[in-house]
T-cell receptor, first 114, second 119 residues
Framework: AQSVTQPDIHITVSEGASLELRCNYS??????LFWYVQSPGQGLQLLLK??????LVQGIKGFEAEFKRSQSSFNLRKPSVHWSDAAEYFC????????????FGSGTRLSIRP | GAVVSQHPSWVICKSGTSVKIECRSL??????MFWYRQFPKQSLMLMAT?????????EQGVEKDKFLINHASLTLSTLTVTSAHPEDSSFYIC???????????????FGPGTRLTVT
């Protein structure tokens, strides 16, 4: 069965510090991986996705993620966070078909320390 | 980019009544749409997959007679919460899949969500 695990419920980092949010997945085939961000009361915004090719993926707002098949991981990173990055972050996994359902992790809430 | 809208953005209804939520893909056709619900401070839980012209596929544990889904056209899917109760109060989010021209990749675009409060 497909699943996504985000082991960190809440992370606090100082503004300007680096960030890494962890994501592990379980999927029976080659996964299609996503990171979304949700600000309070807002909808979901796609940060980046991995479909195939280069395992280091660049996204919007300075985020990047690395797909590591051997570790079943797709961790999200940012070298220097800004106060506006405070939000809920969701990792998700889907299949290759456009009709595939996307399963979300439980989310990691990011707080920024001034 | 592609836009998905939901209407209404929020609704309050009395217990026992039914509420319909619309999900539209504004500038693309979507053969597949998805419905999620999200409780406060929790993740998105997939409720069902809505396919144009056919019956929706519900996830385990989701009552299909309570959450009626209709995907009448390639740009519109509706979720009707029948005989709503306070425990149905939640944030309902839809998404629509856009197939990309580059190979078999796709993107899923999310609506802004509908907050349902049942009193």
């Amino acid at each position: 069965a497909q699943s996504v695990t985000q082991p960190d419920i809440h992370i606090t980092v100082s503004e300007g510090a680096s960030l890494e949010l962890r994501c592990n997945y379980s999927y029976g085939a080659t996964p299609y991986l996503f990171w979304y961000v949700q600000s309070p009361g807002q909808g979901l915004q796609l940060l980046l996705k991995y479909f195939s090719g280069d395992t280091l993926v660049q996204g919007i707002k300075g985020f990047e993620a690395e797909f590591k098949r051997s570790q079943s991981s797709f961790n999200l990173r940012k070298p220097s966070v800004h106060w506006s990055d405070a939000a809920e972050y969701f990792c998700a996994v889907g299949g290759y078909s456009s009709a595939s359902k996307i399963i979300f992790g439980s989310g990691t809430r990011l707080s920024i320390r001034p | 980019g592609a836009v998905v809208s939901q209407h209404p953005s929020w609704v309050i209804c009395k217990s026992g009544t039914s509420v319909k939520i619309e999900c539209r893909s504004l500038d693309f056709q979507a053969t597949t749409m998805f419905w999620y619900r999200q409780f406060p401070k929790q993740s998105l839980m997939l409720m069902a997959t809505s396919n144009e012209g056919s019956k929706a596929t519900y996830e385990q544990g989701v009552e299909k007679d309570k959450f009626l889904i209709n995907h009448a056209s390639l740009t519109l899917s509706t979720l009707t919460v029948t005989s709503a109760h306070p425990e149905d109060s939640s944030f309902y989010i839809c998404s629509a899949t856009l197939s990309l021209p580059t190979g078999s990749s796709y993107e899923q675009y999310f609506g802004p969500g509908t907050r349902l409060t049942v009193t």
